[in-house]
């Protein structure tokens, strides 16, 4: 994927990046990711201030987990959640600070 239309695609130092990005001012950031890159992102605080996470109904054997290779506990609030008719949810979790 390339940048361009509002879109950014990073890679290298991805929490270097994401912090430069979190000084400018008035910019939303949104950072769609796998589990191999969600954790270290969730690890460093201050980082992300909410996540999102699509459940879809579906339950396999093997693979990895949402938060692999996370290295902190992390404290969530749950802000909105939205149940669909085929029974995938979408929860919207606000990061509570150290």
């Given at each position: 994927m390339q940048s361009?239309?509002?879109r950014i695609v990073i890679r290298g130092d991805l929490a270097g990046q994401l912090a430069k990005l979190k000084q400018q001012d008035g910019v939303d950031i949104m950072l769609s990711c796998g589990p191999a890159t969600l954790g270290p992102i969730a690890s460093t605080p201050g980082l992300v201030?909410?996540?999102?996470?699509?459940v879809h109904p579906a339950v396999i054997?093997?693979?990895?987990?949402?938060?692999?290779?996370?290295?902190?506990?992390l404290a969530l609030k749950l802000v909105h959640a939205e149940v669909f008719d085929a029974g995938g949810v979408v929860l919207q979790y606000r990061a509570i600070p150290d």
């Open positions: 361009g239309d509002g201030d909410e996540y999102l996470i699509a054997t093997a693979g990895p987990r949402m938060f692999d290779r996370l290295s902190r506990d």
